[in-house]
């Protein structure tokens, strides 16, 4: 059978030929909650796989993130949990480093046993979603920032993460650290290990920052002309950056706000727009006056969020990041050069002019964010939306004065998504009910549990 995904037989032959010391390789299908889920198979495997994909439970997509199924997405006794076929994806297949016996590593999407897609797969969501600008003529492309920390693996007295200590001498700080070149030298080589890790794997990891929170640090990647290759560079970098510090002894931690006294992490997405003779469509005809086609997809964008949010704050954890002046967008404004905005029109040479989607956690799916972002920014063409006015200044005090046509909440966020006809269109009806049911079962899963917090504050008060 032919691939449906577009993988041949001679990538997984020529692999092998290329590296006789691999003795097994991870098969991996991103959920929605951008878990990889899947199998390690032996060498001799491989080939077969190539040749005629691997079968694995239509469940596998319909798990929540504990991985228990979720009946209401329909994908598990509905369905029989019957067997559909996974394909590699092309480009994807490549050595781990540092693996003892050496593996190496491929992802892969769902697809029926006819070979036509699985639609609650989150990476073909975003290809129809490149596909339908395709059509149009307009081909993204971007990059995704990541933000994570780096955390010690036991607990301090209060049973708080703290950060970990410095790997290359145990040193210890719990200051913020912003910018600070010294302080990225205590990781050293851990660092060191992921560049190495991501030079194997051909993804274009640059460069380091020591963010705004003890232990918080960022990971930037080099601008892709093919979005989805930029959303499998995310993916595939957090599986670096967590195999990394499990092999150094620390934890990286991907919670969106995992410290509650400083800033959050973010997945901010850069993106632009070329048409068929490669010119970007973003860049201004004339100095001082920005594209139409900018504003119209800066319209879309804001006009959408409020519906979207679910998407780029998933879980309820994600919702603690949204804190006025903590780098974290409160409202759906726009701005030149400002932080304070959901989103942000960076500085810079024009003929590179691109728009920085900031809402999203560490925590969301990338193959979700970026196919609700192309969705977006595809409404505002076609629609001709209007962003409104530019956002100067504070951005934050200035919401506190206009409002926010945001959610306030998880449950606000899951409710607004489930009604949204143009989240529907953006991941396709399937993976909508997939997506906003597991969110659901997820919901109801915090909001029973007692937690700690509850006998603090009212065992002995009530």
């Given at each position: 059978?032919?691939?449906?995904?577009?993988?041949?037989?001679?990538?997984?032959k020529a692999?092998?030929d290329?590296?006789?010391?691999?003795?097994?390789?991870d098969?991996?299908?991103?959920?929605v909650?951008?878990?990889g889920r899947g199998k390690?198979?032996?060498?001799h495997e491989?080939?077969g796989?190539?040749e005629g994909?691997?079968h694995?439970?239509?469940?596998?997509?319909g798990l929540d993130i504990t991985?228990?199924?979720?009946?209401?997405?329909g994908?598990?006794?509905d369905s029989?949990?019957?067997?559909?076929?996974a394909?590699?994806?092309?480009?994807?297949?490549?050595?781990?480093?540092?693996?003892l016996?050496?593996?190496g590593?491929?992802?892969?999407?769902?697809?029926?046993l006819?070979?036509t897609?699985?639609?609650?797969?989150?990476?073909?969501?975003?290809r129809?979603?490149?596909?339908?600008?395709?059509e149009k003529?307009?081909h993204p492309?971007?990059?995704?920032?990541?933000e994570?920390?780096l955390?010690?693996n036991?607990r301090?007295?209060?049973?708080?993460?703290?950060p970990?200590?410095?790997?290359?001498?145990?040193?210890?700080?719990?200051?913020?650290?912003v910018?600070?070149?010294?302080?990225?030298?205590g990781?050293?080589?851990l660092?060191s290990?992921?560049?190495?890790?991501a030079?194997?794997?051909?993804?274009?990891?640059e460069?380091?920052?020591?963010?705004y929170a003890p232990?918080?640090y960022e990971l930037?990647?080099?601008y892709?002309k093919?979005?989805?290759?930029?959303?499998?560079d995310?993916v595939l970098?957090?599986r670096?950056?967590?195999m990394?510090?499990r092999?150094?002894?620390?934890?990286?931690?991907?919670?969106a706000?995992?410290?509650?006294?400083?800033?959050?992490?973010?997945?901010?997405l850069?993106v632009?727009?070329?048409d068929d003779?490669?010119?970007?469509?973003?860049?201004?005809?004339?100095?001082?006056?920005?594209?139409?086609?900018?504003?119209h997809?800066?319209?879309g964008?804001?006009?959408?969020?409020?519906?979207?949010?679910?998407?780029?704050?998933?879980h309820?954890n994600s919702?603690?990041r949204f804190?006025?002046?903590?780098?974290?967008p409160?409202?759906?404004?726009?701005?030149?050069?400002?932080r304070s905005?959901?989103?942000r029109?960076?500085?810079g040479?024009a003929?590179?002019r691109?728009?920085?989607h900031?809402p999203?956690?560490v925590?969301?799916?990338?193959?979700?964010?970026?196919?609700?972002?192309?969705?977006?920014?595809?409404?505002g063409l076609?629609?001709?939306?209007?962003?409104?006015p530019?956002?100067?200044?504070?951005?934050?005090?200035?919401?506190?004065s206009?409002g926010?046509a945001?959610?306030?909440?998880?449950r606000?966020?899951?409710?607004?998504?489930?009604?949204?006809?143009f989240l529907?269109?953006?991941?396709?009806?399937?993976?909508?009910?997939?997506?906003?049911?597991?969110k659901?079962a997820?919901?109801?899963?915090?909001?029973?549990?007692?937690?700690?917090l509850d006998?603090?504050?009212y065992?002995h008060?009530?």
């Open positions: 059978m032919t691939s449906p995904s577009g993988s041949t037989v001679d990538e997984a692999f092998l290329a590296h006789p010391e691999i003795e097994a390789i098969i991996v299908l991103t959920d909650n951008g878990i390690i198979i032996r060498r491989l080939l796989f190539y994909g691997r694995l439970p239509i469940s596998i997509l991985g228990e199924d979720v009946h209401e997405t994908l598990i006794w029989g949990d019957g067997d559909l076929r394909w590699p994806i092309p480009g994807t297949l490549k050595p781990l480093f540092g693996t016996p050496p593996r590593q491929v992802l892969m999407s769902m697809y029926h006819d070979g897609p699985m639609t609650s797969d989150p990476r073909l969501a975003l129809r979603q490149v596909e339908r600008l395709a003529g307009l492309a971007g990059a995704f920032e990541l994570f920390f955390l010690a036991e301090d007295a209060d049973g708080k993460v703290q970990a200590l410095a790997v290359l001498d145990g040193r210890r700080s719990g200051k913020t650290e910018y600070s070149v010294d302080h990225l030298h990781m050293e080589p660092f290990d992921i560049y190495a890790a030079k194997a794997q051909d993804i274009p990891a460069t380091v920052i020591s963010e232990g918080q930037t990647l080099h892709r093919d979005i989805m290759r930029a959303a499998d995310l970098l957090k670096i950056v967590r990394a510090a092999r150094h002894g620390v934890t990286a931690c991907f919670m706000k995992p410290i509650e006294r400083y800033a959050g992490s973010g997945m901010h850069h632009s727009l070329s003779d490669g010119r970007n469509v973003f860049t201004e005809a004339r100095e001082g006056e920005w594209s139409p086609m900018l504003l997809a800066l319209g964008l804001a006009a959408t969020m409020a519906e979207s949010m679910l998407v780029f704050a998933p309820a919702w603690r804190v006025s002046q903590s780098y974290a409160v409202a759906p404004s726009w701005g030149v050069n400002n905005v959901a989103l029109v960076p500085a040479d003929k590179n691109r728009l920085e900031r999203s956690g925590d969301a799916n990338p193959y979700l964010v970026a196919a609700t972002v192309l969705a977006g920014i595809a409404k076609d629609e001709q939306l209007d962003p409104g530019e956002t100067t200044g504070n951005g934050y005090a200035q919401t506190a206009t926010t945001m959610p306030p909440d998880w606000s966020a899951i409710e607004a998504a489930k009604a949204s006809e529907k269109q953006a991941l396709g009806e399937d993976l909508h009910r997939t997506f906003t049911e597991i659901h997820e919901y109801l899963r915090v909001a029973r549990t007692v937690s700690e006998y603090h504050l065992l008060e009530v």
